[in-house]
């Protein structure tokens, strides 16, 4: 009965319902089972090194793009002025809330958004990414923001996986990308970290190229510190 009474728009409906169903379902996943999936990968020993190197150079005025559920807080220098954390994962929050209450340093969350950082031009002495310049939909517009609200002579620290300079890994890189984008939040394995920042105007004064454990498509990694001059 209900087929007839339908009839040629029964399609158009079930059509309809299937992507109301996952549009449902993919905003659970992206709000409540990513940012969990994400704290448990993020937080993996190999990981410790890196976020520590990173981090120990850190000055003054901090701006964190990507924070996430705050694994970067332990590796923090006592003596950072403030940290301006930056990231559109509210749930990173609460995740994060254990490392917050055990550091000295003071941390305000002040965006959602890496693309419009709310802060001053030249307001900030250091900003700081892990892992996060992958996701970020208009990475060239984000580190233009970076640049702008550095001072001059301020500093980007970095650890980020990309683009392997092995073409065999590179090719696997570009067949996989599509699929990573949609189960890892927006995360693209396939952007040419070192040519974006060097892009956005910011001069490298260290950069270290290395693979983490795992598969190589996942794990090419670019590390180190660029200066606005």
């Known amino acids: 009965m209900l087929k007839t009474f339908l009839g040629p728009y029964q ?10 169903v996952q549009a449902a379902s993919m905003g659970f996943y ?4 990513l940012p969990r999936a994400t704290n448990w990968v993020m937080g993996r020993k190999e990981f ?8 120990s150079d850190l000055s003054g005025e901090v701006v964190e793009i990507g924070f996430g559920a705050g694994h970067n807080v332990p590796h923090y220098p006592k003596d950072l ?23 000295p340093v003071p941390v305000d969350f002040v965006g959602l958004d890496g693309h419009e950082l709310p802060l001053e031009s030249g ?19 984000a580190l233009s923001e970076i ?28 067949r996989l990308t599509p699929i990573q984008r949609r189960v890892a939040g927006g995360c ?3 952007r040419p970290i070192q040519d974006l920042i060097e892009a956005s105007g910011l001069e490298l004064a260290k950069i270290d190229n290395y693979n983490v454990s795992g598969p190589k498509s996942f794990g090419y990694m670019y590390e180190g510190v660029a200066t606005k001059v």
């Not at 410790?48 to 981090?55: K, Y």
């Not at 307001?123 to 517009?141: A, F, N, Q």
């Open 188 to 190: 693209h394995l396939n």
């Open 147 to 174: 640049y702008r609200v550095l001072r001059t002579g301020g500093r980007f620290f970095f650890a980020e996986h990309g683009r392997s300079p092995d073409s065999k890994v590179s090719r696997w890189q570009d």
């Open 81 to 103: 002025s403030r940290v301006r954390a930056v990231d559109p994962d509210t749930l990173g929050r609460k995740l994060a809330a254990g490392r917050l209450a055990e550091s």
């Open 48 to 55: 410790v090194p890196i976020r520590a190197r990173v981090a």
């Open 123 to 141: 307001s900030v002495d250091s900003v700081l990414s892990t892992w996060t310049l992958c996701t970020i939909p208009d990475v060239d517009r």
């Open 11 to 20: 399609k158009s409906i079930l059509d309809i319902g299937r992507n109301l």
């Open 30 to 33: 992206a709000t409540q089972i």
